[in-house]
Nanobody, 119 residues
Framework: QVQLVESGGGLVQAGDSLRLSCAAS????????MGWFRQAPGSEREFVAR????????YYADSVKGRFTISRDNVKNTVVLQMNSLKPEDTAVYYC????????????WGQGTQVTVSS
C-alpha cells in the first residue's frame, strides 16, 4: 500500500523559512517523479516543484523559483521542500504526489499539510 505522508507545515511570518517533508512508503520510488503542489482557499491546486528521483533533476514554478528547493533522501525515502523567504501568498495546503515518469497524471497523493504565512 503506497503512502505519502507530509509533515512540517505551520504558521510563520513573512520572510521566515519552513521545511516540508514527504515520507514515501509501500513501493520503490527510485524511478518515480515526486512533486509538490499547493492549494489556497478558493483556488485551483497548482504545481510547485518536482524532482526525478533517479536523476535528481528538478523543476519549479516561476512563483517559487529561487526561494524553494526540492530534494530527495534515498536512505530515508523522503522528499523535502525547503521553503525560504516565505510570502503571504505562499499560504496554502501543500501536497506531496508521485507518478511514474511517463504517466499523464500523478497517481499517489498525500493528505496535505497546512502552511500559513502571516504578513
Amino acid at each position: 500500500q503506497v503512502q505519502l505522508v507530509e509533515s512540517g507545515g505551520g504558521l510563520v511570518q513573512a520572510g521566515d523559512s519552513l521545511r516540508l517533508s514527504c515520507a514515501a512508503s509501500g513501493r520503490t520510488f527510485s524511478n518515480y517523479v515526486m512533486g509538490w503542489f499547493r492549494q489556497a482557499p478558493g483556488s485551483e491546486r497548482e504545481f510547485v516543484a518536482r524532482i526525478y528521483w533517479d536523476s535528481g533533476i528538478t523543476y519549479y514554478a516561476d512563483s517559487v523559483k529561487g526561494r524553494f528547493t526540492i530534494s530527495r533522501d534515498n536512505v530515508k525515502n523522503t522528499v523535502v521542500l525547503q521553503m525560504n523567504s516565505l510570502k503571504p501568498e505562499d499560504t496554502a495546503v501543500y501536497y506531496c504526489a508521485a507518478r511514474r515518469p511517463l504517466a499523464s497524471a500523478y497517481e499517489f497523493w498525500g493528505q496535505g499539510t497546512q502552511v500559513t504565512v502571516s504578513s
